[in-house]
């Protein structure tokens, strides 16, 4: 009985773990796939905020009278 009793806990524990793994695995995985998407987030929104400033710069240029900056080649 003794031997059942420590093969049936041995065999919870082995559960235990194999669930754990499993649970770890996935919070990483949606760990990386937030950070992912964040980057992803931000890199977007990086570029929306600087084709806004390219705009508002050369909006400001043609209010001053001034030519708009040649880009370069």
């Not at 524990?13 to 760990?31: A, H, N, P, Y």
């Not at 084709?51 to 900056?69: F, I, T």
Request: no cysteine.
């Amino acid at each position: 009985m003794a031997e059942s009793n420590w093969n049936a806990a041995q065999d919870l524990t082995d559960f235990m773990e194999t669930t754990m793994q499993k649970l770890q695995k996935k919070f990483q995985d949606m760990s990386d796939q937030l950070r992912l998407h964040s980057l992803t987030y931000t890199l977007d929104e990086m570029g929306t905020r600087i084709d806004d400033l390219e705009k508002n710069v050369a909006d400001l240029m043609k209010q001053a009278g001034m030519e708009e900056p040649q880009s370069s080649k």
